[in-house]
């Protein structure tokens, strides 16, 4: 049925929208207001001209159609198809036309008023349509709104009716503005934010702007309204009244704003016709001295990136996921958020004012894909997207220029460059000069504040910490990297190493982690079960797989091991130990430490023998102080004193005893492992036996110990990929695989006795290539314990790193529960292990894996003394290191664990397979950023482990401590 809107024009438009109101601020007065969120009536056609006619017709049947709610996308309750691309567009690039095939949901509500709604003018506001949305009311179309993450407001007044209004609205999923919404994210379509109709009181406040800049010299406040004239503003706190617009007021003694002390003082701003209640902050943001402050302040971000998501609903972010996002943000230290790369939410930005983070705010403009084609036709600098780019600038500053945690504006993100961005960029200054501007296209600063870079390595940060590298005009600029530490899968490395650059280069200000959330779609099967769904998942014939799982927290925003990681690499309190005494540094931008109270345990071996408090004189932000060490009584065995600093009183984001920051000193040093000799080797039967263990004397290969049945341990040299090792330029993984070590081969060069000792001698190599890894196995033991010397070392030239140098054994499926001391709780690898302390520490076999969406190497605990798997009934197996090992105990293995592409793929089997390793090779952030940093690089080399065996049983009452 050919459409009478047969007008599409605006769909293949660069321009903007039209008919909307002009942007304002996003507030919610003492107006009536009424949500149209709910249920409404639903229709997906597959093109434009496929849809039907007249939908905004008060005749047209709609009987045939489905229900869906708003807010919500499509793709999500059953239309359609979720897909996700990285940088590359999924359609043809041809702008500004999209394709024909463009799916269109047809979208229609009937409401009333309630009978109390003045008969005044109101505006319908739609907080966000992806991509492209044609509204009409009671029949009268109101206008287009394009700028998927931005707000349009619509003259609604004279249109409504006391009952049976009929709102309708046509959503493409494919529109010009595709082309400025390149951003890593998934394709999702609909009316995702929510839809409100606003009654505008005659002689009410149509908008306003405050600024309340602060003096850090005087400590005065300057307040200012800028509205049409008759507005006013009252802040009761501050001793002001009815303020007009156009004047400012001087306040003495005012608290600042800062994301560690929000401070904000309630207000309305007002006519008389209408109250709007607002929350002031004051804070004054300079560039100065090539840094950027806050109030005098040097800050620094230690901050995340941020896309708008949840499992179930895509981009529509429940208030209380808004909350918990912000809650556990502040809860591990960080103290900053870039809105990558579009606008949130205006909820979240209120939320960022109450628990106080520094928001870089950033437009909704990224044409990634057209680095594809080396940026020709790049919408940036092509004349017809100048409006677009400007309208959605304006968008969003008008919409979020009250919120004090903004303190710097965005442009977008991977858009190239060009006269638009250019431009974009003067009407900011112009509109704002409070903020500074951001954008890391920019690249040599001529149009932005901020010298900004993504993903660079250490060593460049360091010489532009320097001052030694780039354009002049950026060696004057504070630094910071919008996009740093990349969260995919299982890492990243090398955080506290950016962390020390920070500290060192006052122009380097930190960074922002890619990134919060991994965006996995929640999916189920047919049997019950669920999991996340990433890139290729949904049938995309373009996609880039698990590119979209790169976040701090898993989909269901439970934490990852990373975030532990960014918590402790940032914590604002650094606690160490220096010649006998206690050293507490502030690292706080702005606050002392009179919120914190210190606490002491002493732990010998694991376990609590004392606690106390510690008397820390306040320490102001940048300065540190030495306290003396707490008496202690003395111990034996090895003993660490751990010092937490934690909350005083509770707060807004975590209540009092909240543990912000730890430190752990040495005070007692273990005992040597008492030496396992005297058992003789007994070689009369089918089986050698020695001590408590059997071996195969064909093999060498232990195959039970104190009556368990075991798969001895044998060399092991590879891991389950991470997706770091898989990497985006030089993979790791690519090298390991060519050389082999993903199936190596074992071969026996002999067996031999030296006394009591058994000897094993093997070489462990990958089939077709002449290197490999001599490794010798010397078995002693006692009655009770069996000791194993393995001594390795590399037989040829070998061509790359070792994922992992170690024993892997496999153990009876029944030994589910791991104790161990060493460092903990969660996983460490080399370069990412300051969030584990040592201590004694009990999980499940089952709840020692990490699920991360991609299933790859996961669980390692570091630094072991000891290990102890036992079964229910109390039995199994202890091990003792010299030097400290690290194990990783799963109920598959790696080759299992590297073939799973879902955490649905990963089944149990019989045993529990043992890996006990000298070393990992270490996590780096490869898969988008710098590999392993030379010092956690693991290359083969001459090395030896010695392990001290002992079954344990519950029946076994001669269990005899190791030390
Ligand atoms: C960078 C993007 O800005 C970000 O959106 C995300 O895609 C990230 O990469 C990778 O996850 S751009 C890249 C060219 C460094």
């Known amino acids: 049925m050919p459409s009478s809107h047969a007008d599409f024009s605006y769909v293949d438009d660069p321009a903007p929208g039209h008919g909307s109101t002009a942007p304002r601020s996003a507030f919610r007065s003492d107006a009536p207001a009424l949500s149209l969120g709910g249920s409404w009536r639903f229709l997906l056609s597959p093109a434009v001209d496929a849809a039907p006619d007249g939908i905004e ?71 966000g349509i992806d991509s492209c949305g044609r509204i009409w009311l009671n029949g009268v179309e109101l206008g287009v709104t394009k700028g998927s993450r931005l707000p349009a407001e619509f003259d609604v007044g004279p249109l409504l009716r006391p009952r049976g209004n009929l709102l309708a609205v046509r959503v493409h999923q494919w529109s010009a503005g595709s082309y400025l919404e390149d951003q890593d994210m998934w394709w999702l379509s609909g009316i995702f934010r929510d839809v409100t109709l606003l009654a505008r009181p005659a002689g009410g406040v149509r908008d306003f702007t405050v600024d309340a800049d602060y003096d850090h010299l005087t400590a005065r406040g300057t307040l200012r309204l800028d509205a049409d004239s008759g507005v006013r503003i009252t802040v009761p706190e501050l001793g002001i009244t009815d303020l007009p617009a156009g004047r400012s007021a001087e306040i003495a003694d005012v608290a600042p704003w800062s994301a560690e002390e929000p401070r904000l003082y309630e207000g309305e701003v007002h006519t008389d016709t209408e109250r709007v209640p607002v929350r002031v902050g004051f804070r004054t943001v300079t560039v100065e001295d090539g840094q950027l402050k806050v109030n005098g302040r040097r800050i620094v971000f230690r901050g995340v990136n941020r896309h708008e998501f949840h499992p179930d ?61 080396d940026w020709r036709g790049n919408p940036s600098d092509d004349p017809r997207w100048a409006d677009a780019y400007l309208d959605r600038m304006r968008r969003m500053v008008e919409r979020d220029k009250n919120h004090p945690s903004i303190v710097m504006w965005s442009l977008g ?106 965006h996995g779609i929640t999916r189920r099967d047919t049997r019950g079960g669920a999991h996340f769904a990433y890139g290729g998942d949904f049938g995309e014939p373009l996609h880039d797989g698990n590119f979209v799982i790169d976040g701090l927290v898993h989909p269901d925003r439970t934490p990852s091991p990373a975030l532990a990681e960014f918590s402790k690499v940032f914590e604002p309190v650094r606690i ?78 975590a209540p009092a005893g909240h543990v912000v920051s730890w430190g752990q000193t040495p005070v007692t040093r273990a005992a040597p492992v008492p030496p396992a000799a005297g058992a003789t080797l007994d070689t009369t039967g089918t089986a050698l036996r020695l001590g408590p263990g059997v071996f195969d004397p064909l093999t060498g290969r232990l195959t039970a110990l104190g009556g368990l049945p075991v798969e001895g341990p044998r060399l092991d040299l590879w891991r389950a990929p991470t997706d770091n090792d898989r990497g985006s330029g030089d993979p790791e993984e690519t090298r390991w695989r060519a050389a082999g070590l993903h199936r190596s081969q074992h071969q026996l060069l002999g067996t031999e006795r030296l006394g009591d000792t058994l000897v094993v001698r093997t070489r462990v190599a990958p089939p077709g290539l002449g290197f490999g890894m001599r490794a010798d196995y010397h078995w002693s033991g006692d009655a009770h314990r069996l000791r194993l010397r393995l001594e390795v070392e590399p037989d040829g030239t070998w061509p790359c790193t070792l994922p992992r140098l170690g024993l892997r054994m496999a153990l009876p499926g029944g030994l589910g529960t791991a104790e161990w001391f060493g460092r903990g709780p969660g996983e460490a690898y080399a370069d990412s292990r300051q969030a584990a302390r040592i201590g004694r520490f009990t999980r499940t076999v ?16 570091v630094d072991l003394r000891w290990l102890r798997l036992t079964s229910a009934d109390g039995a199994g197996l202890r091990v003792d290191g010299e030097p400290a090992f690290a194990f990783t105990a799963r109920r598959w293995t790696s080759e299992h664990l590297d073939a799973a592409t879902h955490t649905t793929g990963l089944a149990p089997g019989d045993t529990v397979v043992l890996n006990l390793d000298l070393a990992q090779n270490g996590l780096g952030s490869a898969s988008c950023g710098p590999g392993v940093l030379p010092p956690y690089r693991l290359h083969p080399a001459r090395a030896s482990l010695t392990l001290t065996f002992t079954p344990t049983g519950s029946t076994d009452a001669q269990e005899t401590p190791a030390r």
């Open 57 to 127: 017709r008060d005749d047209f049947d709609d009987g045939g159609w489905t229900d869906i709610p708003v807010p919500g996308h499509w793709q999500l309750h059953g239309h359609g198809s979720p897909a996700y691309t990285n940088v590359r567009y999924p359609f043809p690039v041809n702008p500004p036309q999209v394709p024909s095939d463009n799916p269109t949901g047809d979208h229609r509500l009937l409401f009333d008023l309630p009978d109390d709604w003045p008969d005044e003018p109101a505006v319908l506001r739609f907080d």
């Open 313 to 373: 609903s895509g981009r529509v972010v429940p208030r209380e996921f808004a909350v918990a996002d912000i809650e556990l943000m502040k809860r591990h230290n960080v103290n900053a958020v870039r809105t990558s790369h579009y606008p949130p939410d205006s909820a979240f930005l209120d939320l960022c004012d109450t628990y106080g983070l520094w928001v870089i705010d950033e437009s909704d403009v990224e044409t990634h894909g057209f680095s594809e084609l």
């Open 413 to 518: 993100n991977e858009a190239g460059t060009g006269r638009n961005l250019a431009a974009a960029a003067e009407w900011t200054h112009r509109r704002d000069p409070t903020r500074p501007l951001h954008y890391e296209g920019d690249t040599d600063c001529s149009y932005t504040d901020v010298h900004s870079r993504m993903y660079a390595g250490h060593d460049e940060v360091d010489r532009i910490g320097q001052g030694v590298e780039g354009h002049p005009r950026l060696r004057e600029l504070p630094f910071i990297l919008c996009e740093f530490g990349h969260a995919m899968g299982n890492g990243p490395g090398g955080l506290v190493e950016y962390r020390d650059l920070f500290e060192r280069h006052p122009r380097c200000q930190g960074g922002f982690v890619w990134e919060w959330i991994d």
């Open 576 to 653: 160490t130990a220096a010649d006998g005494a206690l050293r507490v540094t502030n690292h706080y931008d702005v606050l002392s430490t009179a919120h914190l109270r210190f606490h002491w345990v002493l732990e010998e071996e694991g376990t609590e023998v004392a606690h106390g408090v510690v008397t820390v004189p306040t320490v102001e932000a940048g300065d540190s102080t030495d306290v003396p060490l707490p008496e202690l009584p003395p111990t034996g065995a090895e003993s660490w004193l751990t010092v937490r600093a934690a909350l005083a009183a509770d707060t807004a984001w």
């Open 846 to 861: 089952d709840a020692l894996q990490t699920p991360y969406v991609r299933p790859q190497e996961n669980g390692n605990r």
